[in-house]
């Protein structure tokens, strides 16, 4: 099945503590994209990559990196610097982030708790 | 002020009734237009989407576009309570590549 893959569906961070959210794809889509989801504000564009190797800032960057080494990979590390990083986040892909119009799809989340 | 304004409801319905949900947003260059339907704690799924002015019909869904009055709405025919679910708009520029803009959502609860 093709899809994508967002693991683990919760996790937990201690104060001070680095965490990493993976994301798989296996749709061969050039396009990757981490949002956050919190209640009464939508989703906020964390940080987006067109193609291997690149990535852009989204909205809300402060506090998380991403890298891109494989096409299929784009996890997304919540730093010690993000100081309110309890929310629903949400990995996303599209063919070609280059073109005109690409339609989004999304994997089922990671919920991350601050203990 | 937010770019894109979404009623947060929530909205509750009885089974069979027809939904409206709507969306303004205020940036004239948006020109692609979708909705998502997200079940609570999973990822959004689309469900439409439309490019400029005009109707899309899927079923019971029916997508509309006014880009005069800066308004889109999603009806939802003979609503059942496996809609209950929130739902995104989000929409895009012409030059923005896939960068979407979302609502914060409309939580829609249909009872049997």
């Known amino acids: 099945d093709g899809g994508i893959t967002q693991s683990p569906k919760y996790l937990f961070r201690k104060e001070g503590q680095n965490v990493t959210l993976s994301c798989e794809q296996n749709l061969n889509h050039d396009a990757m994209y981490w949002y956050r989801q919190d209640p009464g504000q939508g989703l906020r564009l964390i940080y987006y990559?067109?193609?291997?190797?690149?990535?852009q800032k989204g909205d809300i960057a402060e506090g998380y990196s991403v890298s891109r080494e494989k096409k299929e990979s784009f996890p997304l590390t919540v730093t010690s610097a993000q100081k309110n990083p309890t929310a629903f986040y949400l990995c996303?892909?599209?063919?070609?982030?280059?073109?005109?119009?690409?339609?989004?799809?999304f994997g089922p989340g990671t919920r991350l708790l601050v203990l | 002020q937010k770019e894109v304004e979404q009623d947060p409801g929530p909205l509750s319905v009885p089974e069979g009734a027809i939904v409206s949900l709507n969306c303004t947003y205020s940036n004239s260059a948006f020109q692609y237009f979708m909705w998502y339907r997200q079940y609570s704690r999973k990822g959004p799924e689309l469900l439409m989407y439309t490019y400029s002015s005009g109707n899309k019909e899927d079923g019971r869904f029916t997508a509309q576009v006014d880009k005069s009055s800066k308004y889109i709405s999603l009806f939802i025919r003979d609503s059942q309570p496996s809609d209950s679910a929130t739902y995104l708009c989000?929409?895009?520029?012409?030059?923005?590549?896939?960068?979407?803009?979302f609502g914060e959502g409309t939580q829609l609860t249909v009872n049997p």
């Open positions: 990559s067109q193609i291997v190797n690149d990535f």
């Open positions: 996303a892909s599209s063919i070609d982030g280059l073109g005109t119009q690409e339609t989004q799809y």
């Open positions: 989000a929409m895009s520029e012409q030059t923005s590549g896939s960068r979407l803009t």
